[in-house]
């Protein structure tokens, strides 16, 4: 058996979630590496700071129940979120910039999020 996908992520609190969301879209969505990192993205933050820990939890969660989500996200989407009672943190920046590699047999296909100055490939 040999791997079939290399994800690299930055983005701190975020790379768990992007990266879930990577493997879905290939796995359950059969999108190309490509497809996956310029698709919109979003993550939540109903954690716990890791980069500000503190015994007094509630300093730590900045922006609790917020859902960070990129402003390629359609309008009518983001409405429909708040309505339903998402506060939201819009974003023009890329989130996590993420990196994706996939083996398929004898072929690897490789992206970075161009919106994040990323670059993938592979040898």
């Known amino acids: 058996d040999r791997p079939a996908f290399a994800i690299s992520v930055a983005g701190g609190d975020r790379q768990d979630q992007t990266a879930l969301h990577m493997l879905l879209g290939a796995i359950d969505f ?8 310029r ?3 979003f993550s939540t933050f109903h954690h716990q700071n890791s980069f500000d820990p503190s015994p007094q939890r509630d300093t ?14 359609p309008e009518s989407t ?5 309505r339903r009672g998402h506060p939201l ?10 990196v ?5 047999g004898d ?17």
């Open 107 to 123: 072929t690897i296909q490789a992206a970075g999020d161009p919106d994040a100055g990323r670059h993938a490939a592979g040898l």
């Open 60 to 73: 730590t969660f900045t922006d609790a129940g917020a859902l960070e989500i990129n402003n390629t996200v």
């Open 39 to 41: 698709v919109p993205r």
């Open 89 to 98: 943190l819009v974003k023009e920046q890329a989130i996590s910039n993420p």
């Open 30 to 37: 059969g999108l190309s590496p490509v497809e996956i990192v």
């Open 78 to 82: 983001r409405r429909d979120l708040e």
């Open 100 to 104: 994706m590699l996939r083996i398929a």
